[in-house]
Each structure stands twice: as C-alpha cells, then as structure tokens.
C-alpha cells in the first residue's frame, strides 16, 4: 500500500525529530537518517552548500544580484515527510545564521482567512508575527486561490499580504507553501508575484512500500 492510499484510509505516515539539533552537522545528519527521501535529501543538501556559499560572498562583502532566499514550494502527497522537513529546514538556517529561531509555526487556510471584511489582515499578521525568527509553513495553501475564486472570497488577500511580507517584509523568516503537487502549481501559476517570490521547488514522492 503506498503513501497516498494510506492517507486515503486515514493514516499519516510522517518521521518524527526526536530531538533538536545542535549544530548544522548534526541536522544534516538527522536528515541523512530520514528513510527514504533521496532525491529531497540531495536537493536540501546542494541548496544548503549554496547558500553558504552566498553567506560567505555577503559577510565578505561582496554584492550579489541574487538574493538569499529561504521561501520554499513543497509538493506531495499527505504524509511524505513535508512538516519533518520544513522542521529540519528552520533548523538549518538558524544554524547557518539566516534565521535567529528556526521554529515552525503551521497554519492553512483557516487560520488565515476571515468570515468577514477586516479580519483577514490582522490573522495573517499575527501568523507572521507568530513564525518570525522561523518558518511559516501553510499547508494546502491552493486552497488560498480557488479556480472559481471571487471579490468575496479574502484568500486573495492573504496572498498579497504574504507577497508584501516576502518583498520588504522585516525579513528573519522562511514562507513554505505545501499541498498536492497539480493544485500547489496551478496556486503559484495565479499570480506572478508568487512566482518570482517562490524559486525552490520540492517534490515530495510518495514512500514506497519497503520504506513504509
């Protein structure tokens, strides 16, 4: 039974940290350790080297074109590791000195969307306020874009106000949007700013039966 059947009867298969890391080797080591995930553990290991690389051009200096960017897509279906990894991922950046906490604060549509005019703003605020110093991990954040998607529905301003955020926000935070593969690039594809604000890219597969 794969992953995606097993989140279709209920059950979520998703490794646990056991505990938090103290030093960026020893993240990646809990990583490493990870089952399964090969393709993702070679992604965060070669984005990692890169953005040591860029640290050391800027603390030295050195004007880069590129920012360092810590906004991340994850795609996948439920249980494949993604909050895990998101976890791992505050950790690395804090250990690298790109965040000053490295938690994760989770929230979805429901937590950032409001029932009326006004009270959508503040609760997206106060998530950003919530997962400063680390990341703000939005679980099935297509939901935020719908196909049939009107002025009455205030997804659309959580998005703004997340692209505002990653623009000239007060920076020391990582935005990670999650959700199933097809609905997460039909969501980036409604709006170019999420686009250019979203480079990194992750594909979750799911767990083949020897893993699980």
């Not at 997804?155 to 990582?174: C, F, P, W, Y």
């Not at 999420?194 to 594909?203: A, G, N």
């Amino acid at each position: 039974m794969n992953d995606a059947l097993l989140a279709a009867e209920g059950v979520s298969f998703t490794p646990m940290i056991e505990t938090e890391a103290t030093s960026l080797e020893e993240v990646m080591q809990q990583l490493n350790e990870l089952v399964g995930l090969k393709a993702i553990k070679k992604r965060i290991t070669d984005y990692t080297s890169y953005l040591q690389f860029l640290k050391i051009r800027t603390d030295k200096g050195f004007e880069d074109q590129q920012r360092i960017s810590l906004h991340s897509v994850f795609t996948g279906n439920p249980g494949t590791g993604k909050t895990t990894v998101a976890r791992m991922l505050g950790q690395i950046y804090k250990h690298m000195g790109l965040l000053s906490k490295g938690h994760v604060h989770d929230v979805d549509r429901a937590d950032l969307v409001g029932e009326y005019i006004g009270q959508t703003a503040p609760k997206v605020k106060e998530a950003i306020k919530q997962a400063r110093g680390g990341v703000l991990f939005i679980d099935e954040a297509y939901s935020l874009s719908r196909v049939k998607d009107d002025a009455k529905d205030f997804g659309r301003e959580v998005i703004e106000i997340i692209i505002k955020e990653m623009s000239d926000g007060k920076g020391d935070l990582a935005i990670i949007v999650a959700g199933y593969p097809a609905e997460m690039r039909t969501f980036i594809d409604t709006n170019p700013g999420l686009r250019s604000r979203f480079s990194q890219w992750f594909e979750f597969p799911d767990y083949l039966p020897q893993e699980l």
